[in-house]
């Protein structure tokens, strides 16, 4: 087996890959892929997978989940079109690359744009503090972890404003308090399931309530009034984030996930801090527990390294092309010991 650092799509437990392989062959006397979404025994999955993210993220009432298609970047557009309030003015935190293409969204859907705070000036190194945030926005928008930089928010803004979060790369990662969010949205390939689906979790009092005409796949409350099924949804990557999320809750659930997590980021970020060949490219405070990215401090033993890792069966370990360097990403599915072996080629270097 190989170690999977890739960011995206993401290495899921092994016992999901197991029987989402089984459903492929055999669901309920069909293939999952090719069973009617209109079908009782499909329309039973599509209403668990919706339970169990509430489940798992302690939803409150008033909030609909729904599995979308477009990725988080259609999410982008979405986002902008449901919110847009009676300024069509939208505050947005620029934290990196996937920040940058939500701000060119929200402007496409008509909103002036401002960027609250950014992070551009370091190379997306840090996240900025939040002051000075305008009162007349319709909804302020971030990234809760930038997978391409590597940093991570540690705590939720405190603002009045309507709050909006992609959330792609570290949902189901850690706890999160959904109250503070109108919405929150995510790709499901990064922590979730097969790339396909995209989840929303929505305020159901914000349904309906945008000043713009809204395309109709991109109206949210048309999906709501659906229960998710307005068109044909991404069949297979539903039944699989399902049998994750069970996964998930069988397994003590978030608060597990976060421990594991933070235990694989220490391990790791440790080795680069003590290791006098690498260095981290982010600062300390504003670290990602998903997605850790570091660079060797002599270049010239790149070769080795790499040849190194890629001997140790390590996969999707080189760096995004905007950063350089390297990126070790960590969801929840990938094994301790996946670490440790990295840790130990690290140490041989
Ligand atoms: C991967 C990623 C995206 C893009 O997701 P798609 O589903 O490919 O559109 C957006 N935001 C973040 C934070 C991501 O990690």
Same mark, same amino acid.
């Given at each position: 087996?190989?170690?999977?650092?890739?960011?995206?799509?993401?290495?899921?437990?092994?016992?999901?890959?197991?029987?989402?392989?089984? %459903?492929?062959?055999?669901?309920?006397?069909?293939?999952?892929?090719?069973?009617?979404?209109?079908?009782?025994?499909?329309?039973?999955?599509?209403?668990?997978?919706?339970?169990?993210?509430?489940?798992?993220?302690?939803?409150?009432?008033?909030?609909?989940?729904?599995?979308?298609?477009?990725?988080?970047?259609?999410?982008?557009?979405?986002?902008?079109?449901?919110?847009?309030?009676?300024?069509?003015?939208?505050?947005?935190?620029?934290?990196?690359?996937?920040?940058?293409? %939500?701000?060119?969204?929200?402007?496409?859907?008509?909103?002036?744009?401002?960027?609250?705070?950014?992070?551009?000036?370091?190379?997306?190194?840090?996240?900025?503090?939040?002051?000075?945030?305008?009162?007349?926005?319709?909804?302020?928008?971030?990234?809760?972890?930038?997978?391409?930089?590597?940093?991570?928010?540690?705590?939720?803004?405190?603002?009045?404003?309507?709050?909006?979060?992609?959330?792609?790369?570290?949902?189901?990662?850690?706890?999160?308090?959904?109250?503070?969010?109108? !919405?929150?949205?995510?790709?499901?390939?990064?922590?979730?399931?097969?790339?396909?689906?995209?989840?929303?979790?929505?305020?159901?009092?914000? !349904?309906?309530?945008?000043?713009?005409?809204?395309?109709?796949?991109?109206? !949210?409350?048309?999906?709501?009034?659906?229960?998710?099924?307005?068109?044909?949804?991404?069949?297979?990557?539903?039944?699989?984030?399902?049998?994750?999320?069970?996964?998930?809750?069988?397994?003590?659930?978030?608060?597990?996930?976060?421990?594991?997590?933070?235990?694989? %980021?220490?391990?790791?970020?440790?080795?680069?801090?003590?290791?006098?060949?690498?260095?981290?490219?982010?600062?300390?405070?504003?670290?990602?527990?998903?997605?850790?990215?570091?660079?060797?401090?002599?270049?010239?033993?790149?070769?080795?390294?790499?040849?190194?890792?890629?001997?140790?069966?390590?996969?999707?370990?080189?760096?995004?092309?905007?950063?350089?360097?390297?990126? %070790?990403?960590?969801?929840?599915? !990938?094994?301790?010991?996946?670490?440790?072996?990295?840790?130990?080629?690290?140490?041989?270097?």
């Amino acid at each position: 087996m190989k170690h999977n650092f890739g960011a995206g799509p993401c290495i899921l437990p092994q016992e999901v890959f197991k029987d989402a392989a089984a %459903a492929v062959l055999d669901f309920n006397g069909l293939s999952i892929l090719e069973v009617s979404h209109r079908s009782a025994d499909f329309v039973k999955v599509m209403e668990e997978a919706r339970e169990n993210v509430k489940k798992a993220l302690n939803v409150p009432e008033g909030y609909t989940v729904l599995f979308l298609q477009g990725g988080a970047s259609l999410g982008f557009l979405i986002s902008a079109y449901n919110f847009a309030g009676k300024n069509k003015k939208a505050g947005y935190v620029n934290t990196g690359t996937w920040s940058t293409k %939500a701000v060119k969204e929200g402007k496409n859907a008509g909103l002036e744009v401002i960027e609250i705070a950014s992070s551009e000036d370091k190379g997306f190194n840090y996240i900025p503090e939040l002051n000075d945030i305008p009162e007349d926005l319709d909804f302020i928008h971030y990234t809760s972890n930038n997978t391409i930089a590597g940093t991570q928010f540690k705590s939720i803004p405190e603002t009045n404003i309507p709050l909006i979060c992609d959330m792609s790369s570290d949902i189901f990662s850690q706890p999160i308090d959904v109250s503070k969010f109108d !919405l929150i949205y995510a790709g499901a390939q990064k922590n979730l399931g097969p790339a396909g689906s995209t989840l929303y979790i929505v305020k159901d009092s914000v !349904l309906g309530k945008s000043t713009l005409d809204i395309p109709t796949y991109l109206d !949210l409350q048309v999906h709501a009034k659906k229960d998710s099924m307005f068109n044909t949804p991404p069949v297979f990557s539903v039944y699989v984030a399902n049998l994750n999320l069970k996964y998930m809750i069988k397994n003590g659930g978030v608060d597990a996930i976060a421990k594991r997590n933070e235990e694989k %980021a220490e391990l790791l970020y440790n080795e680069i801090d003590n290791n006098p060949n690498f260095e981290g490219t982010t600062e300390v405070k504003d670290r990602s527990l998903m997605n850790v990215t570091f660079r060797l401090t002599d270049d010239s033993k790149k070769e080795r390294f790499d040849q190194l890792w890629n001997d140790g069966n390590i996969v999707g370990l080189k760096g995004h092309r905007s950063v350089g360097g390297y990126r %070790a990403s960590m969801y929840n599915a !990938l094994e301790i010991e996946s670490v440790k072996a990295l840790v130990e080629i690290m140490k041989a270097l």
